[in-house]
């Protein structure tokens, strides 16, 4: 009955602190199960001068009240804002600090790592498919790409273009043209495709596989194109012989030509 008892006069005590009401002083092990905090987080806290304990007991145990509890909260809120700890610690410090333009600077850091992830995302990409449309690690053909994706000037890549499709054209490929770094279940298709055809050592143009391989492929460049022959060829043209020229990844030549051939056997 009396652990009953207690239990009733500690939840009520939780509750007050919910709420900003009580008084009670509350120690380092009550603190971290009320706000799900670590010991050792707290101690840290105390020890580079962001959360100091209002005091210490006897046996110099740390003592907080609510108004410790309440700044933890703000630490919290500041945290998951992005902000690492020295900056929290300088906004409880600085009284007339410009809150605008500390959140425009952790907006643009944030911004900033959003590219950088990004950018991590696409490299993996197309490393990954890189690896199933090769059977393997092709590191001349990986960094030829890369290189050519992330270290060509836009203004370079642009001119090319220019000189190889109507203003038009470019708009619709912009569009529709998957590329081995997007996350397009088109581009999936394709390297699947291509990579089932350069695993048979002993393909034949006039097999029945063959020409299943060809339907596929014509599908697949059916829902690219919507019908567009002249683009097709045009960009065909070009990845057989210089696929740098329209920032796509060098697919085999070999592939291609068995490609063209299989769908020569369907007509």
Partial sequence: MKKHKESNIESSSIEKVLIGLGEKMYGTGEIAKLLQITKR??????????????SLSEGGH??????????????????????????????????????????????EEIENQMKTYKLMQEIILVVQRSIKLEGKMDWDNLFRYLHLLYETKPDARQIGLINLFTEEE???????????????????????LFA?????????PCSEKAKEWAKRFLQAS???????EELREKLWRIQKEAPELIMQYPVDNQILDFIEEAIKQLQ
Avoid: M
């Fill in 41 to 54: 987080t707290l101690r840290f806290y105390d020890q580079i001068g962001l959360l100091t304990p209002s």
């Fill in 196 to 204: 089932e055809i350069k695993a048979d050592e002993n393909r034949d």
């Fill in 222 to 228: 059916d829902r690219i194109f919507a019908g567009r």
């Fill in 170 to 192: 470019l708009d619709f490929l912009e569009k529709h043209l998957p590329r081995i770094q997007d996350d397009d279940p088109r581009t999936q298709e394709l390297i699947e």
């Fill in 62 to 107: 740390r003592i907080y009240t609510e108004e410790e509890i309440e700044k933890l909260y703000k630490i919290r809120l500041l945290k998951a804002l992005g902000l690492n700890l020295k900056q929290v610690k300088l906004i409880f410090e600085e009284s007339t600090l410009e809150w605008e333009d500390l959140l425009q600077q952790q907006l």
